[in-house]
């Protein structure tokens, strides 16, 4: 396992988390990701630790907590071995206080989250989303609040828009406040709208990336092609998958180039899409997820190797995408801004 540097911060992080979402399945939504009990999680934990993969990540709305507590009993006795990340923000009742990112509910969602967890403390806490409700001001003084405390080591956002991540950061500088250092973000070949102008933010201001939906809700996993639409049993069909509608000829010409690669590689599909998205620049982890075991085993694959130079100019130019204002205006004009490398 590589292991990489999370953002400014120094903790360092294996290239490959573990996404619990398939955890619990206890909400329709969360079915059509998976339902997978504490015994199968256990093994599942434990095949990762045997890999060196050590950061587990769930959210407390990942089945209405029922993700966070079957991976607190799975990681029982194994706390010191593993690093945890879980997220807060969205809706966990109906209650007018029951969601966003207040000083109210932050504390009570984090009280919660450790309590499910069966932990002291949490790595890394991620705000879901950016809550345009309230004072960034009274999050961040919130979330300081906490990491002072010890029930939090590291903050983290996820889905910001750039100008809400860089406002966060100017806040907490101003005041002395924990900046968040790493953002948790959706990024895949299907779905590269991230380059566009968080990466050169998490590059500017030294943001590690950590990916969620690497494969694009399974669509890069190598089981769809041209003419073999998703099965009615498929998270996709069933309405588990992320991200907007995408041009089917889009999606079908990545696979081609992915499955030539696959070929010459002698690596699976999916293999080849989590190692493409390896050698970006920001990011620090990717997020796998698995309803199976021998899925965890596959995915684990996609480390240890690299692709070439020239396979990684194949699958960019297959999944390239026009970008929208402003962002074509200044890539008119390259010498004022370089592209990420």
Same mark, same amino acid.
């Given at each position: 396992?590589?292991?990489?540097?999370?953002?400014?911060?120094?903790?360092?992080?294996?290239?490959?988390?573990?996404?619990?979402?398939?955890?619990?399945?206890?909400?329709?939504?969360?079915?059509?990701?998976?339902?997978?009990? !504490?015994?199968?999680?256990?093994?599942?934990?434990?095949?990762?630790?045997?890999?060196?993969?050590?950061?587990?990540?769930?959210?407390?709305?990942?089945?209405?907590?029922?993700?966070?507590?079957?991976?607190?009993?799975?990681?029982?006795?194994?706390?010191?071995?593993?690093?945890?990340?879980?997220?807060?923000?969205?809706?966990?009742?109906?209650?007018?206080?029951?969601?966003?990112?207040?000083?109210?509910?932050?504390?009570?969602?984090?009280?919660?989250?450790?309590?499910?967890?069966?932990?002291?403390?949490?790595?890394?806490?991620?705000?879901?989303?950016?809550?345009?409700?309230?004072?960034?001001?009274?999050?961040?003084?919130?979330?300081?609040?906490?990491?002072?405390?010890?029930?939090?080591?590291?903050?983290?956002?996820?889905?910001?828009?750039?100008?809400?991540?860089?406002?966060?950061?100017? !806040?907490?500088?101003?005041?002395?406040?924990?900046?968040?250092?790493?953002?948790?973000?959706?990024?895949?070949?299907?779905?590269?709208?991230?380059?566009?102008?968080?990466?050169?933010?998490?590059?500017?201001?030294?943001?590690?990336? !950590?990916?969620?939906?690497?494969?694009?809700?399974?669509?890069?996993?190598?089981?769809?092609?041209?003419?073999?639409?998703?099965?009615?049993?498929?998270?996709?069909?069933?309405?588990?998958?992320?991200?907007?509608?995408?041009?089917?000829?889009?999606?079908?010409?990545?696979?081609?180039?992915?499955?030539?690669?696959?070929?010459?590689?002698?690596?699976?599909?999916?293999?080849?899409?989590?190692?493409?998205?390896?050698?970006?620049?920001? !990011?620090?982890?990717?997020?796998?997820?698995?309803?199976?075991?021998?899925?965890?085993?596959?995915?684990?694959?996609?480390?240890?190797?690299?692709?070439?130079?020239?396979?990684?100019?194949?699958?960019?130019?297959?999944?390239?995408?026009?970008?929208?204002?402003?962002?074509?205006?200044?890539?008119?004009?390259?010498?004022?801004?370089?592209?990420?490398?």
């Amino acid at each position: 396992m590589e292991y990489r540097q999370l953002g400014a911060s120094g903790l360092k992080v294996p290239v490959l988390s573990f996404g619990t979402g398939t955890f619990g399945g206890g909400t329709e939504f969360f079915k059509a990701w998976g339902s997978t009990q !504490v015994d199968e999680a256990t093994r599942m934990v434990n095949l990762c630790l045997d890999a060196g993969l050590t950061l587990f990540d769930t959210a407390n709305v990942y089945s209405r907590g029922l993700s966070e507590e079957i991976l607190g009993k799975a990681l029982s006795g194994l706390r010191d071995k593993a690093l945890i990340s879980t997220k807060a923000t969205f809706k966990m009742g109906d209650g007018p206080n029951e969601f966003g990112s207040s000083r109210f509910h932050l504390v009570k969602a984090c009280e919660d989250s450790l309590r499910r967890l069966n932990t002291d403390y949490i790595d890394i806490y991620y705000m879901h989303g950016f809550d345009g409700n309230t004072p960034v001001e009274e999050t961040l003084s919130a979330l300081n609040d906490l990491v002072q405390s010890g029930k939090v080591r590291y903050i983290g956002c996820s889905n910001f828009s750039g100008w809400h991540l860089m406002k966060s950061l100017s !806040v907490s500088e101003r005041h002395g406040w924990a900046k968040y250092v790493t953002h948790q973000a959706y990024y895949s070949l299907l779905s590269r709208e991230f380059e566009w102008e968080l990466m050169p933010l998490g590059l500017d201001q030294h943001i590690g990336t !950590v990916v969620w939906s690497p494969l694009a809700a399974g669509r890069l996993g190598g089981k769809y092609r041209r003419n073999n639409p998703a099965p009615a049993s498929s998270r996709i069909a069933q309405g588990g998958g992320e991200g907007p509608v995408l041009s089917e000829d889009y999606w079908f010409t990545i696979m081609d180039t992915l499955d030539e690669l696959a070929a010459e590689t002698g690596k699976t599909v999916a293999q080849v899409a989590l190692n493409w998205l390896l050698q970006r620049p920001t !990011v620090s982890s990717i997020v796998i997820g698995a309803r199976t075991e021998d899925q965890l085993i596959q995915n684990l694959g996609a480390i240890g190797w690299n692709l070439t130079k020239e396979q990684i100019a194949r699958l960019d130019a297959a999944s390239n995408k026009e970008p929208i204002y402003p962002y074509w205006h200044q890539r008119k004009n390259p010498d004022l801004n370089p592209l990420p490398v």
